[in-house]
């Protein structure tokens, strides 16, 4: 797992991406509706935490 988030960081800050715009494009009608746009936030934030992770993993490599 290690060896793919650093290896794969520019795809997860890609995805991270993608996620954040579904959230920011999801319908917001009623209560349940804000739920499910969190939570797509969420997993957008867990995305770019990971991106971030393996940016730091991968520049420490290259010391």
């Known amino acids: 797992m290690k060896k793919f988030i650093s290896n ?11 996620f954040m ?3 920011q494009y ?4 009623t209560a349940t509706d804000n739920y499910i746009g969190a939570g797509i936030y969420i997993v957008a934030c867990i995305f770019f935490l990971l991106a971030l992770i393996g940016t730091i993993l991968s520049f420490s490599k290259k010391k």
């Open 26 to 29: 999801y319908p917001d009608v």
């Open 8 to 18: 794969r960081y520019g795809t997860l800050l890609s995805v991270g991406f993608l």
């Open 21 to 23: 715009l579904a959230g």
